[in-house]
């Protein structure tokens, strides 16, 4: 099973960035989409942004396409979740996953999880 433990989290001003990293055990070339996903208070989990390590392919969900940037460094098993133009809504848990091959939105598909890192977005 892969480990993940996120860092990054913290409080920032509406309009701000922070950059939350996803430091994982195990980071093969062929094949684990890592993705990452919030959970604000009293709302179910939902995808925000996802990465195939063997090609880089990404994905954005539209409330965060074009603020947020998903990025990895195979060399330090690190994938990064760059959070620009950050508004208050963005406050959540943020928690980053691991499944095998291909990207998903679906949290069930996800086996590995971090313990999460706070996002504070202050108005």
């Known amino acids: 099973e892969v480990q993940l433990v996120e860092s990054g989290g913290g409080l920032v001003q509406a309009g701000g960035s922070l950059r939350l990293s996803c430091a994982t055990s195990e980071f093969t070339f062929d094949g684990h989409a890592i993705g990452w996903f919030r959970q604000a208070p009293g709302k179910e989990r939902e995808g925000v942004s996802c990465i195939r390590t063997s090609d880089g392919s990404t994905s954005y969900a539209a409330s965060v396409k074009g603020r947020f940037a998903i990025s990895s460094d195979n060399a330090k098993n690190t994938v990064y979740l760059q959070m620009n133009s950050l508004k208050p809504e963005d406050t959540a848990v943020y928690y980053c996953?691991?499944?095998?091959?291909?990207?998903?939105?679906?949290?069930?598909?996800?086996?590995?999880w971090g313990q999460g890192t706070q996002v504070t977005v202050s108005s």
């Open positions: 996953a691991a499944k095998t091959r291909f990207c998903s939105w679906l949290i069930q598909g996800y086996n590995s």
